[in-house]
């Protein structure tokens, strides 16, 4: 008998389940990620709504004492990975989990179960959220740096390219990548972003992971306005649910911090790409590149003339490629339909954007958007992410996130049958 599609992805998720934490997918990524769990936990709550849970608090029990979550938690050995532990040396960073928690109160079957796990997370979602700021926001303008490309998830965009020539390659300890040893190597980043990867590692961990004094130390600090949509997003959802829980403090200083952001963000609109630029912080200049990166806003409650904008711009960008949304205007110079996140889509951001996108009203551009995944999907499996032109499945194979939001479109369009 021949497997639903909804039945394919249960059974991915299954399959990348070690118990209390799921594994992106066996050999490319064996450990457990911070991004990738709190999208996991999403699809599993349909199948196991207990297991759902676990997810975030297998997450958090590894929070550290400064309030942030690591955004890798290396379980167990596995030199199928680089850089492991042994590289990092933290002797013990992209926030969506304060949505997920949303979603499984709101969701939840068992609503004492989830009133006490809830209740337990919001106050270790709410310190991640101060680190962001204390750590990554030093003058308090609202917004967040990141100051390595992989806290933004989105490690080779080409948002970064021009930043990313200020960190040095000299000095760098030898390393053999494993990531191109299961997958294509034209699908990933090239061996000069890698080493400027580990060299920022190896100054950071130089300083002893001190993070009061990473961002000012940071020679690539940018402000990513899809990064900081997440956050505003996460602030904005653990406040209304602190107010439904009986904790108006949390819920109050939750609310003002996406507040802040929310009109700081104003300074990033470009009104010639119709969407949000992101910022390097160094030179106190907007990066002209036009990514994904500036459509996740929509995303947060951002006002409704910046959501339709982007919604218009999204309905563009789908009369140039077969599949939305490509995590790059095809258009524009740097663009590789392939290449992680030079252009390729992920189902990940189809998921952020279409929701978005769904509570402004633009029902129709986010029906597209779902559509168009769930077609990449019965063409190329579940895999990591997909050539928006051609359809073509990149990076790693039955793929847990991808999985998880394929069960998620599924529940949302009645479907899973």
Known sequence: MTQTLYEQALEILERNDLGTYTIPTHGLYPFQWNW???????????????????????????????????????????????PGPEVWRTNRVVPTTGITVSRLFDRAKDKDMARKRAAALLPAIARWHD?????????????AAIIHPWESGRDNSIDWDEAFERVPTEGVEAFTRRDTLHTNPAHRPTEEQYKRYIWLVQHFRGLNWDSEKLHDASPFRIVDPGFNAILMRSCTDLAALADELGMPDLAAHSRAQAAKGLAAMEALWSGKHQQYLCQDRVTGSLIDSPSVGGLLPVF??????????????????????????????????????????RGPAWLIVNYMVSDGLMRDGHE??????????????????????????????????????????????????????
């Open 364 to 417: 129709r551009t986010a029906a597209r958007i779902i559509d168009d995944s769930v077609k990449l999907i019965l063409s190329g499996g579940f895999s990591e992410y997909f050539d928006p032109i051609t359809g073509e499945p990149c990076g790693g194979s039955d793929f847990t996130w991808t999985a998880a939001m394929v069960i998620e479109f599924l529940n949302l369009t009645k479907g899973k049958e």
């Open 131 to 143: 680190w962001f700021f204390r750590t990554r926001d030093p003058e308090g303008a609202g917004l």
């Open 300 to 341: 947060a409650p951002i006002a409704q003339p910046r959501a339709d904008a982007i919604a218009a711009r999204i309905e563009d960008l789908g009369r140039r490629v077969n599949f939305l949304l490509p995590s790059h205007d095809p258009a524009a110079e740097g663009y590789d339909g392939s290449r992680y996140w």
């Open 36 to 82: 990738d769990s709190a999208l996991s936990a999403i699809g599993q709550f349909y199948s196991d709504e207990d297991r759902g849970w676990t997810e975030i608090e297998t997450l958090f029990a590894h929070q550290w004492e400064d309030g942030m979550v690591p955004h890798i938690i290396f379980h167990k050995e596995d030199d199928g990975y680089y």
